[in-house]
């Protein structure tokens, strides 16, 4: 690998998301920067507009939606919730963060999923840019945890099928018993068709929606092979990005329902 800079995921994706963290999928794809380097500079303006982020909130209220059909929480809003006010706080700050941010990032990896099979994805979105909300600076201001040792880690891969504790549960770790709770509720949700379609109700929304990008992606296959990219990267880039899709459409599930656990029902587009 070259000894150049990859992509500056420490500065650029926190930044361009607004949040305090690198998602692991950029990561992961870290280990493929031409890759990262051809993409991620053409995303970037799409991210930075305004009919970017409302599309990404109105997913976040279809998730919402989605998780009130489907959970309601065995205990009483007080029980999830840690003992200390600092704690349920940050507790919440940290839910709040995912609730924003994991729909921004389904959008952007439908974008590249939809790229890999076509001349060019998006173009007829506004590029009115967006401003920087006091939300976003708390965001990006958080002081997040990362435990990925908790006692239910383990089952959490099983359940979801994933070699990593996602990302939510990596940053919520911290809160033992909630995590503990939420997690045996939750769980059994995965064995409800209901569940599952309402997840892939978000995917396949998402991925129509890249239409309305408003800066045009050109990453299919053919492009990517003049850069350097061997096929067998190519494969592996689209199999993390066609996992971690569906994934994030399914933590957007989740986030919405520790929101319900904490007593947090507020729509984001449609009140």
């Known amino acids: ?95 709040d963060l995912f609730h924003y941010v994991q729909p921004q990032l389904l959008l952007v990896l439908a974008g590249l999923a939809e790229a890999f099979d076509h001349q060019e994805i998006g173009g007829y979105g506004s590029v009115e840019v967006r401003p920087r909300t006091k939300r976003e600076d708390t965001h990006l201001a958080a002081g997040l945890k990362l435990s990925d040792q908790f006692s239910e880690a383990a089952d959490i891969c099983e359940v979801l099928g994933t070699s990593k504790v996602p990302d939510i549960y990596r940053y919520t770790g911290e809160f033992s018993n909630f995590v503990e709770l939420f997690w045996q509720e939750v769980k059994e949700l995965h064995s409800y068709p209901d569940f ?51 994934q994030t459409a399914v933590m957007m599930m989740h986030a919405e329902c520790m929101r319900i656990v904490l007593g947090d029902t507020a729509r984001e587009v449609v009140q």
């Open 196 to 246: 599952r379609r309402r997840s892939r109700g978000l995917y396949y929304y998402a991925r129509s929606a890249t239409k309305f990008l408003a800066n045009p992606i050109r990453a299919s296959e053919t492009d990517l092979l003049k850069f350097d990219l061997g096929v067998q990267d190519i494969l592996a880039i689209r199999e993390l990005i066609d996992d971690e899709l569906l």
């Open 1 to 95: 690998m070259s000894d150049e800079p990859r992509v500056p995921l420490d500065v650029s994706v926190k930044d361009a998301f607004r949040v305090s963290f690198v998602p692991e999928i950029f990561i992961r794809l870290s280990e493929f920067p031409k890759y990262l380097e051809h993409v991620w500079p053409q995303m970037v303006p799409s991210i930075e507009t305004v009919g970017f982020l409302s599309s990404a909130l109105y997913m976040a209220d279809m998730a919402l939606d989605a998780a009130q059909d489907v959970y309601e929480p065995v205990l009483d809003h007080d029980a999830y919730s840690p003992e200390t006010a600092v704690d349920r706080e940050s507790l919440r700050s940290t839910v």
